[in-house]
């Protein structure tokens, strides 16, 4: 879990909300942003990058529950990102080792699966054309999220 925390941000920007099963919440105060964040199951196949999920709050910009992904590997520039979860499929945007929800009505669909579902899985092709998925599981992600939206909720 301690890798966990040392992906979000250096340990002195950072304030720990609580580890909740698989998940992480943390509070930002010098930007300031409030996040739940996990990193990917893991895996054997080559990575370009630690793959995680998080879920960020920006009170001072009016972000509530903004969903991110970053990817075990760079993206094919036209790659279909797609999401799983819960017997639906979401397609995200994104480029480089990043995704997000489309929009904010995504996110909210997003987070809304989350809170039920046991795992997500994010599939797209890599530079390389190669598909790829990373999966992450849900236990502890509606504490994390509940808990990152608490921590930020005083912040004008």
């Known amino acids: 879990m ?3 925390a040392a992906l979000a941000a250096p340990a002195s920007a950072r304030d720990a909300l609580g580890m909740f099963g698989d998940w992480g919440a943390f509070r930002d105060p010098a930007v300031p942003r409030c996040y739940a964040i996990a990193k990917a ?8 990058y630690q793959p995680y999920a998080d879920v960020a709050f920006w009170p001072k910009q009016g972000v509530r529950g903004q969903v991110h992904f970053r990817l075990s590997r760079k993206l094919a520039g036209n790659s ?4 799983s979860i819960s017997g639906q499929k979401i397609a ?7 995704a997000w929800a489309p929009d904010k009505r995504a996110d909210a669909a997003i987070i ?13 092709r ?3 054309g190669r598909g790829f998925s990373n999966t992450w599981t849900l236990a502890g992600a509606a504490t994390a999220m509940d ?8 912040i004008r």
Do not use: F, K
């Open 2 to 4: 301690l890798a966990l």
């Open 41 to 48: 199951a893991p895996s054997t196949l080559r990575r370009d």
């Open 80 to 83: 279909a990102i797609t999401l």
């Open 92 to 98: 995200l945007t994104g480029g480089g080792g990043d």
């Open 112 to 124: 809304a699966a989350m809170r039920s579902a046991r795992e997500m899985t994010v599939s797209a």
């Open 126 to 128: 890599d530079a390389s």
């Open 147 to 154: 808990a990152a939206a608490v921590g930020c909720a005083a």
